[in-house]
């Protein structure tokens, strides 16, 4: 006979515990079901989200896709945008900091330097509501460089003149035949 009930045993308990517990299990089944999500988008929980911008910026459609899909979704409450870059070329990176500029109207951002934010990257967060640095990330240089040999001084001493047209006050900038 114990050898039957040490058989049945593992269908015998739990049946006696629900027997014992019947309606603390009917409470918590009405609880689950009153307080229970109703759809998928009420499982997700708020976050932050982490975008990087990394390298030289050439091209800004991935980044500002990213940075667009953040400010649409509902669940995402602020974003940290993680920047490790020297810049680069000056149109995607107005881009990006347009799209931060809308993203910024509808949630937090803040801008973190990580490494390296210069030039094009640095330009592309000034519009977050603010820009953390690393202590030993390398900040700053907002702005064009165009360096230029002045050669006048040599052409003049061997005879070489330059002539040329130009429209506008700054047209010749950077020539080599003048300071």
């Known amino acids: 006979m114990n050898f039957i009930k040490k058989l049945f045993l593992p269908i015998t308990l739990p049946m006696k515990f629900i027997q014992d517990h019947f309606k603390a299990m009917i409470f918590l089944l009405i609880l689950f079901l009153l307080f229970a999500p109703q759809d ?91 820009i953390i640095a690393n202590p030993g990330s390398m900040v700053g240089s907002i702005g064009v460089i165009m360096k230029g040999t002045d050669l006048s001084g040599v052409m003049q001493k061997i005879g070489i003149k330059t002539q040329g047209v130009h429209a506008g006050k700054y047209k010749e900038i950077g020539t080599t035949d003048r300071p």
Not at 82 to 111: C, D, H, M, Q, W
């Open 40 to 130: 998928e988008q009420s499982l997700r929980t708020n976050n932050l989200q982490e975008i990087s911008l990394v390298g030289p910026i050439m091209d800004a459609t991935e980044i500002v896709t990213k940075i667009d899909e953040a400010a649409d979704n509902d669940s995402i409450k602020g974003v940290l945008l993680s920047v490790n870059s020297p810049g680069g070329a000056v149109a995607p990176s107005i881009e990006i900091a347009y799209a931060i500029k809308r993203l910024k109207n509808k949630k937090p951002v803040v801008a973190y330097a990580k490494g390296t934010i210069a030039s094009g990257s640095y330009y592309a967060s000034i519009w977050a509501d603010e």
